[in-house]
Nanobody, 124 residues
Framework: QVQLVESGGGLVQAGGSLRLSCAAS????????MGWFRQAPGKEREFVAA????????YYADSVKGRFTISKDNAKDTMYLQMNSLKLEDTAVYYC?????????????????WGQGTQVTVSS
C-alpha cells in the first residue's frame, strides 16, 4: 500500500508562487506514475499534471502549461509541483495521486492511491 502526504499549500496573492510537495511511503516501487489533481468548490476533481517515475516524462493540463512544473526526487520518494503566476482560478484543494500504470492518465479513476489534499488559495 502506498501512502501519500501533501504539503506546501497556503494563501498567496495572484501572480505569486507556491511549491507543493507529495511524500510517498509504503510500496513506492509499485508507483509508476504520480500526478496532481485539484478540486475547486462545487466542481469536479480535475487533472493538473503527472510525471512518470521511470523516465520523468511529464504531462500538463492546458490550463497550467507554462506556469506549473512537476518534478520528483527519487532519493526522497517525493514529487513536487512548482506553481508560478498563480491565478484566482487556481484556488482549489490539490491532491497527490499515484498508480502503477506505465502510460500517463488524466482521469481520476485511473489512480489507485490518493493523499488527503492541501488547500491553495489565490487572492486578488
Amino acid at each position: 500500500q502506498v501512502q501519500l502526504v501533501e504539503s506546501g499549500g497556503g494563501l498567496v496573492q495572484a501572480g505569486g508562487s507556491l511549491r507543493l510537495s507529495c511524500a510517498a511511503s509504503g510500496r513506492t516501487f509499485s508507483s509508476s506514475v504520480m500526478g496532481w489533481f485539484r478540486q475547486a468548490p462545487g466542481k469536479e476533481r480535475e487533472f493538473v499534471a503527472a510525471i512518470r517515475w521511470s523516465d520523468s516524462w511529464t504531462y500538463y493540463a492546458d490550463s497550467v502549461k507554462g506556469r506549473f512544473t512537476i518534478s520528483k526526487d527519487n532519493a526522497k520518494d517525493t514529487m513536487y509541483l512548482q506553481m508560478n503566476s498563480l491565478k484566482l482560478e487556481d484556488t482549489a484543494v490539490y491532491y497527490c495521486a499515484a498508480n502503477s500504470q506505465f502510460l500517463i492518465r488524466v482521469r481520476v479513476r485511473d489512480y489507485d492511491h490518493w493523499g488527503q489534499g492541501t488547500q491553495v488559495t489565490v487572492s486578488s
